[in-house]
């Protein structure tokens, strides 16, 4: 696989409403506040994510429609497409990473986006037969440096169907996540209908592409259908995808549990982290739901973000595993941390005043 692809993940799933935006964007934001310069694209036409990471105004702009769009090439995308995440998706380092700061007060990492629109299907088909490339040439080619050099995580939030939006980020990846619900058996039908998609995609266009793994979202523990379709779902990934390692190929780490702090974070178009912080310093944990293990979603995407820097940057892992050994945190958050690890060999948090 070649260098540049390794840095593009798109996530995926050939079916709607399985939380991947929610998913992609708070991974997204723990890998910038790890210190990762990190691009978001979204590429689904619905522009949730857009708006998510943006708060508004997106569509006022330049988007991914008129980059690949007939003449999108001609482009600045660095100087008129791509723009900030807003407020809070952005790492400060003037708060302690557990308090929803910077990793270490130092190193701040960085959040783009890369915004969609309702017609970008519509204005990439008008390129003809080069359409499924546009995305690719967005990313990787164009004048001067290609675009993925600017960063070190590139994910891509793709529509849940196998239209021209999906097949191109396909195309401009060399990683697929899959995000995935334990809601019914269905859901090895939505992860092998992904598989059959990239790999046909893959195979047509001589295109390398491999699984890094999926996610099981919205798990609640003390339903027996969600854990049973749980064990389902990595019996099914076992069988049917080529592991290698503790990351590639497999489930990541344990599912993300059901939280109505998730939800309401989403509401706010808020990082869940940040949300459930500020929450805990305002004792306000209680109405959301959450109690001593609120810090457990901000430690399970901050595992699936140094999973995501195994594919995109493995050169920066260690460091950053070191400077998180070196962090001051609460209990819960060390226990969170090294209750979902599968990367390497689980690591330990400090807790704070040790």
Known sequence: MADALKKVVSVLLQKGGVGKTAVTANIAFEAARMGLNVLFVDSDPTGYGSELLTNEGYLDGLTLSDCVAPGGEK????????????????????LPWADGGALGGEQIGRLDV????????????????TALRSLFKVLHRGAGAPLVEDYDVVLIDCQPSPDLASQMSVLASGWLLMVVLPESMAASRGLSLGLQFTSELAVGWDHDIAVGGVVINSF????????????????????????????L??????????????????????????????????????????????????????????????????????????????????????????????????????????
Do not use: Y
């Open 75 to 94: 482009l600045d995308v660095r100087g008129d497409v791509i723009r900030r995440a807003w407020g809070g998706w952005q790492p400060v380092n003037d």
């Open 114 to 129: 890369l915004p969609s629109d309702p017609a970008m299907s519509q204005r990439a088909s008008a390129n003809g037969s």
């Open 220 to 247: 609640n523990a003390s339903t027996r259908e969600h854990r049973e379709v749980a064990n389902a779902i990595k019996i099914w990934v076992a069988d049917n995808i080529e592991a290698d390692g503790d990351v």
């Open 249 to 354: 190929g497999q489930v990541w780490g344990t599912p993300v549990s059901r939280s109505t702090a998730i939800s309401k974070a989403m509401s706010a178009k808020q990082p869940v982290s940040n949300a459930l912080i500020e929450a805990a310093r305002g004792g306000r944990l209680a109405q959301l739901g959450v109690t001593k293990t609120h810090h457990r979603p901000v430690g399970q995407f901050t595992h699936f973000a140094l999973n995501t820097a195994m594919l995109t940057c493995p050169e920066k892992v260690e460091g950053l595993k070191a400077r998180l050994e070196a962090e001051p945190m609460p209990p819960t958050m060390g226990a969170a941390l090294n209750g979902v690890a599968s990367v390497d060999k689980p690591f330990m948090a400090r807790a704070a005043g040790e």
